[in-house]
């Protein structure tokens, strides 16, 4: 079994061993710190894990300002947008900052759905120049105070933003995200670093948000199940945007067991239309005999194994992972830092492959694979059905209830941003074609029980 990285070296040999396993590798169990939900959600929608903002006073000539209160929040956050909040900085000045459901949640229809990753994210245009001019706007029209409040957030963006530029939007950045910002904080301190103090490799490497409500299942963290030992620690990464230093981030982590507990609490939202029940239980026994030893089987009794299936198996695009050993940097300064020390560490251990999700929700979280590649079920599991280049509406999204997924359009060649590319590295739709095998009634039968996850 794979296990945190210590000292011991046979222990360590065996994680070398492996990091190239030759069949799936189950991840052990990884007890996390009890919390209280209700706690946890009050501090991820209205809580102070980023010091740093746009000052409030400023807020409806960046744009912000929305009345829609979908989270049903009071005080200042009712005018604002469901990913932002309203905090003080230390200084006293009140800004306004990004919140993790930037991220972690998505709008459905008139609501949001808190958990849910964000798929229709646009990262594909540089905003290196929105920077310069915020900054500059702020220049002319701040206060002392209201400069020194925002500028660790602005600090943070001028330096990160020339490296998150996607091919397409509906990918996201947050693991670009993390390796810039680590490279410009010291490992054990996180005292900003004016310049890179690792290098950056130049490819973005996207990835598809997964909902946290997977997370109560999972023995480790990340597609590839990289992450081990303290979930909080990964949770609050986030903090590495404008933290001063470990102290502060240390107070930010007494309120992450209670936000991984609200994290636990979540349950997918439930299928909204008429289900096939006959046909779902004919999918439920096709999927029992095809699917369920890597991505769990569901209802009473149900066991969820926690496997990670190396790329030779799984044969979807291999980028992500190998990004893992091709930058050890990385590796090398998370393990180093502050997030591995003390008595609930984190770490990260790197595997030449990926976990199999558990699949509840699944019904509502396209596009599938860890890159966003594949645009509904009906595509996934059938590999040869899958388009090259697909469009998508990012202005008035629609789903496709029946084959599962986002509605879309197939094109010749990349005219849009709007379009997803499968032939750039890292964005191949390639793999998972063990679907392939099945008759298209077994495939539809398959899809109609995946509703009911």
């Given at each position: 079994?794979?296990v ?60 912000l ?17 469901y990913?932002y ?11 306004v ?10 709008k459905w229809?008139d609501s ?8 229709l ?8 120049g ?5 900054n ?9 105070a209201?400069?020194a409040a925002?500028?660790?957030?602005l600090?943070a ?5 020339p ?10 950045i ?12 010291n490992p ?6 004016p310049t ?9 490497v996207?990835t ?8 109560k ?44 507990a ?22 439920k026994?096709?999927?029992?005999a ?6 769990g089987?569901?209802g009473p ?10 790329t ?11 990004s ?5 940097q ?17 770490a990260?251990?790197p ?6 999700p558990?699949?509840?929700g ?10 966003a ?10 590999s ?16 496709d209830?029946?084959?599962v997924g986002?509605q879309?359009?197939?094109?010749t ?12 590295p ?11 095998k099945?008759t ?9 029980y995946?509703k009911?996850?």
């Amino acid at each position: 079994m794979v296990v945190l990285l210590v000292a011991c070296a046979t222990s360590v040999q065996r994680q070398q061993a492996e990091q190239y396993s030759a069949k799936p590798v189950p991840i052990p169990p990884n007890p996390q710190q009890p919390g209280r939900p209700d706690t946890g959600y009050h501090y991820l929608v209205n809580g102070n894990y980023l010091k740093s903002g746009l000052p409030a006073s400023l807020i409806k000539r960046f744009g912000l300002a929305d009345t829609a209160n979908l989270l049903r929040r009071t005080g200042d956050n009712a005018s604002l947008p469901y990913d932002y909040t309203t905090i003080y900085a230390p200084n006293g000045v009140k800004v306004v900052a990004p919140n993790c459901l930037y991220c972690h949640a998505q709008k459905w229809g008139d609501s949001v759905v808190v958990g849910m990753g964000n798929s229709l994210s646009d990262y594909s245009m540089p905003t290196i120049g929105s920077m310069m001019l915020a900054n500059a706007f702020m220049n002319a029209t701040a206060s002392p105070a209201e400069k020194a409040a925002s500028a660790n957030l602005l600090r943070a963006g001028k330096a990160t933003a020339p490296y998150l530029v996607t091919a397409s939007k509906g990918v996201n950045i947050a693991d670009r995200l993390t390796a810039v910002l680590a490279a410009h904080r010291n490992p054990a301190s996180f005292v900003w670093q004016p310049t890179p103090q690792l290098s950056i490799p130049q490819q973005v490497v996207p990835t598809d948000v997964p909902a946290w409500w997977l997370l109560k299942k999972k023995n480790a963290m990340f597609y590839s199940g990289f992450g081990r030992g303290n979930f909080a620690r990964f949770l609050m990464a986030a903090n590495l945007l404008t933290v001063t230093d470990t102290s502060e981030a240390a107070e930010v982590l007494t309120h992450f067991n209670d936000v991984l507990a609200y994290l636990y609490s979540i349950e997918p939202p439930k299928y909204p239309h008429p289900i096939n029940q006959p046909l779902a239980a004919q999918g439920k026994a096709v999927f029992n005999a095809n699917c369920s030893k890597c991505h769990g089987s569901y209802g009473p009794g149900g066991t969820y194994p926690n496997l990670l299936i190396p790329t030779h198996i799984i044969k979807t695009d291999s980028t992500l992972v190998q990004s893992n050993f091709s930058t050890p940097q990385f590796l090398q300064w998370f393990n180093k830092s502050w997030f591995a020390m003390g008595t609930q560490p984190a770490a990260l251990v790197p595997f030449n492959g990926y976990i199999a999700p558990p699949l509840d929700g699944v019904w509502c979280t396209a596009p599938y694979l860890h890159n966003a590649s594949v645009p509904n079920l009906e595509t996934l599991l059938n590999s040869s059905s899958r388009p090259t280049f697909w469009a998508r509406n990012f202005e008035k999204p629609a789903y496709d209830y029946d084959k599962v997924g986002w509605q879309y359009t197939v094109s010749t060649k990349q005219y849009t941003r709007s379009t997803y590319n499968t032939t750039l590295p890292g964005y191949s739709n390639a793999g998972h074609y063990f679907g392939d095998k099945l008759t298209t009634a077994e495939r539809q039968a398959v899809i109609e029980y995946l509703k009911t996850l």
